[in-house]
């Protein structure tokens, strides 16, 4: 039902003639974990499944909330939906790139906001088509421990505690005891803990500490983040433990900043360096020097520890040159060629 309510808002903006439509989720109680969006009903046509927007209310108390649901407010589920050439306007009207090239280009000097924030707040044209149905936002720790499965995942145990949720990423045991209450996360990333009441106030909190992601994903395998430190000389070491899928590559890339020393602890691949393509396995140690070109392919998966020396030491400092595998033996073979 949600997602039927969903493919009905394209009709809704057309039929409106805003420049935005969203969804509003029917309230089942009054809630000060979400926004509130606070339809028109005075300029609504009659027999109508939307309603003009008159103003928005971000996480009130509970008490301004009861009044806001009573007035017939909807929880602002983040659903927008708009027309391209309402954004591709935004974008020129704000002095933003409008390609896909000159976005990326500039995309770490764009402001840190929400699309509510940055767009939907200074829109007058908005429309809302309400949802009644099964819907909660997970955007808290608090509300996200409602939905797991038990008190505790991870290493380590809890005892004696009270509506307690212990999530640990971490490769070290975590004991709580006697804790009410309480949300504790350990991750890569750093520790939280704190009183469920509280887990949606930690944004503002956050944002002024390191943006530097202690753990990530990749379409090859994955990092994690294990050591940095700066130097007295102004230097800067980050040391990283890497994991490559069987199959997968890491793409041939160079650094301007940093120099690159790999351990090899388990499995076999190959390595292109250089224009050169050689293998390697558990116990193998590689440097990579400023500036030479590399790829590191996994025949079965690759475990190693990365060592980064520089400054700055940022995931920015990298120039790519080819993506597959395939087209970095071909390029190696063409420049041996060449030297032969």
């Known amino acids: 039902h949600f997602f039927k309510t969903i493919a009905r808002l394209p009709e809704t903006l057309l039929q409106s003639g805003a420049d935005l439509a969203l969804l509003g989720v029917e309230p089942t109680q009054p809630s000060s974990q979400y926004g509130y969006i606070v339809p028109d009903s005075t300029r609504a046509v009659p027999g109508s499944a939307y309603a003009p927007v008159a103003a928005f209310k971000e996480k009130p108390s509970e008490q301004v909330a009861e009044a806001l649901i009573a007035d017939g407010a909807l929880w602002n589920c983040g659903v927008f939906c708009f027309r391209m050439s309402f954004l591709l306007d935004y974008l020129k009207t704000h002095g933003y790139p409008d390609q896909y090239a000159g976005m990326i280009s500039h995309f770490k000097d764009m402001p840190k906001k ?16 309400s949802y009644s149905g099964t819907w ?9 421990s ?21 999530i640990n990423e971490l490769n070290i045991p975590i004991i709580a005891k006697g804790l009410h209450h309480i949300m504790v996360v350990a991750s890569p990333d750093g520790i939280l803990v704190a009183d469920k009441e509280h887990c949606a106030d930690i944004k503002e909190v956050v944002s002024t500490l390191s943006d530097r992601p202690m753990y990530e994903e990749r379409r090859w395998g994955l990092y994690r983040v294990l050591d940095f430190q ?19 590559n890491i793409s041939y890339q160079r650094h301007e900043h940093r120099e690159e020393v790999w351990t090899i602890i388990q499995g076999s691949g190959e390595l292109a360096l250089d224009g050169k393509v050689t293998s390697v396995t558990a116990g193998d140690v590689v440097r990579v020097c400023k500036g030479q070109w590399h790829a590191l392919r996994a025949t ?3 475990v190693l520890i990365e060592v980064q020396r520089g400054a700055p030491l940022i995931e920015e400092d990298v120039e790519r040159r080819f993506i597959n595998w395939d087209d970095i033996v071909q390029h190696c073979s063409a420049l041996v060629r060449l030297v032969v």
């Open 230 to 248: 700066k130097l007295e000389d102004g230097g800067e070491v980050l040391t990283k433990s890497l994991e490559v899928k069987a199959g997968c």
């Open 114 to 129: 929400s699309f509510d924030h940055a767009v939907v707040e200074g829109v007058t044209s908005i429309v809302v088509q």
């Open 146 to 166: 409602d939905e797991l499965a038990g008190p505790f995942t991870g290493a380590g145990t809890a005892l004696a505690c009270e509506g307690t949720h212990v």
């Open 300 to 302: 079965e998966k690759l």
């Open 136 to 144: 909660k936002d997970l955007g808290t720790w608090g509300s996200l």
